[in-house]
């Protein structure tokens, strides 16, 4: 059965600081994997999906991601944190529909 | 363009009482799917319609139902509330069913927040 496991509930990182959150996944094919985020009270906002190829992928509002197959991660990184970037991240496996998402990690950006 | 649309923004309904969840999906796409994220959690898939039939559903007691109309519109259904369903009810609509894809991306709604007291 496929999963999503996001180890770290809460992050708290300095402006500028660099961030990585951590996705592990458990999927019997070659996994469709994609990061959220998510605002208090809205909805969910694509940031970066991996279909195939380029192990490295890149997304909106300076972040990306490398699918590490050997270790079924899928870690979100981004250089330099912006204040704006606080919010609740998801990482999230499978097919459309049947979309099976992690628990999320919550990011708090200090001044 | 619009996006994925849901109404209404919030609900608060009462224990044993039934509640209907709306949602348009972007237009072209013939796949809706519905999403319940609890306070804390990650979203729980409940349904999926395509070309108005059930395509998929998650683990979700008979209470729960839906339905998807000519337009590709569809409501969520909810009998007999219960107060742990208060949660974020989030719509995603893509073009197809099956694999996601850069051809089939699913786009969420900002959710129906539904209070149960």
């Known amino acids: 059965a496929q999963s999503v496991t996001q180890p770290d509930i809460h992050i708290t990182v300095s402006e500028g600081a660099s961030l990585e959150l951590r996705c592990n996944y458990s999927y019997g094919a070659t996994p469709y994997l994609f990061w959220y985020v998510q605002s208090p009270g809205q909805g969910l906002q694509l940031l970066l999906k991996y279909f195939s190829g380029d192990t490295l992928v890149q997304g909106i509002k300076g972040f990306e991601a490398e699918f590490k197959r050997s270790q079924s991660s899928f870690n979100l990184r981004k250089p330099s944190v912006h204040w704006s970037d606080a919010a609740e991240y998801f990482c999230a496996v499978g097919a459309v529909g049947d979309m099976r998402f992690g628990a999320g990690t919550r990011l708090t950006v200090k001044p | 363009d619009a996006g994925v649309t849901q109404s209404p923004t919030h609900l608060i309904k009462t224990r044993g009482q039934h509640v209907t969840l709306r949602c348009s999906p972007i237009s072209g796409h013939k796949s809706v799917s519905w999403y319940q994220q609890v306070l804390g959690q990650g979203p729980q898939f409940i349904f999926q319609?395509?070309?108005?039939?059930?395509?998929g559903r998650g683990n979700f007691p008979d209470r729960f139902s839906a339905r998807q109309f000519p337009n590709y519109s569809s409501e969520l259904n909810v009998n007999a509330l219960l107060l742990g369903d208060s949660a974020l009810y989030l719509c995603?609509?893509?073009?197809?069913?099956?694999?996601?894809?850069?051809?089939?991306?699913?786009?969420f709604g900002p959710g129906t927040r539904l209070t149960v007291l």
């Open positions: 995603a609509s893509s073009l197809a069913r099956g694999r996601a894809s850069s051809y089939n991306e699913q786009f």
């Open positions: 319609y395509y070309e108005k039939e059930e395509r």
